[in-house]
């Protein structure tokens, strides 16, 4: 496997169901992000992780818990979400100084469906 | 406040014509400046991006991007559209004190008529 890969890529879950999404970086990056992406809106920046620390929580409900257990993984842990939390939800990772920080490569996303 | 448009959210080219989406930014420091494409259902793949140096920089595809210090620009070009470059475009700018983050325009979708 190269680049960003994310799973499932599909997902539909009930409003009572708790589930995860999983995201996995093969480039030896140390920041990896989380965004949500719906239709018709902007990106929306959900959680940023550098070398595992959390260094930023843009305002995220609490029914969304990140975890990231080490630079090459993350996770996005579900429960009790809402319809309005379907979205695609995309990955991304960096690394290196200087410009090349902000050089994120995203992962193909999980497009999560809340009945 | 920091801060990127894209004033158009949708554009319709035909096969073969020259195209240009702009991208305009708000950033009190140096800019790093990216353009990234969209596919429907798909991630995000980076075009290209400027960091320092020449204004006039290449990438996939055949597209280029000029940065215009002066005007605040960074658009998007390509001489000559195929029906496969229809997606969303999304011009972003970062900076070395952003920690990495970057911050994205609403994108603008290209269709492609024959």
């Known amino acids: 496997e190269t680049g960003v890969t994310q799973t499932p890529r599909h997902l539909v879950m009930g409003m009572t169901n708790k589930k995860s999404l999983k995201c996995e970086q093969h480039l030896g990056h140390n920041a990896m992000y989380w965004y949500k992406q719906s239709a018709k809106k902007p990106l929306e920046l959900m959680f940023v992780y550098n070398f595992k620390e959390q260094t930023e929580n843009n305002s995220v409900p609490s029914r969304f818990s990140p975890e990231c257990p080490n630079s090459s993984h993350l996770f996005l842990h579900l429960h009790t979400l809402q319809p309005e939390d379907s979205a695609l939800y995309l990955c991304a990772s960096s690394g290196g100084s200087s410009g090349k920080a902000n050089e994120q490569f995203f992962g193909p996303g999980t497009r999560l469906t809340v009945l | 406040a920091q801060s990127v448009t894209q004033p158009d959210i949708h554009i319709t080219v035909s096969e073969g014509a020259s195209l240009e989406l702009r991208c305009n930014y708000s950033y009190g420091a140096t800019p790093y400046l990216f353009w990234y494409v969209q596919s429907p259902g798909q991630g995000l793949q980076l075009l290209l991006k400027?960091?320092?140096?020449?204004?006039l920089v290449q990438g996939i595809k055949g597209f280029e991007a000029e940065f215009k210090r002066s005007q605040s620009s960074f658009n998007l070009r390509k001489p000559s559209v195929h029906w496969s470059d229809a997606a969303e475009y999304f011009c972003a700018v970062g900076g070395q004190n952003q920690g990495g983050k970057l911050i994205f325009g609403q994108g603008t979708e290209l269709s492609v008529k024959p």
């Open positions: 400027y960091f320092s140096g020449d204004t």
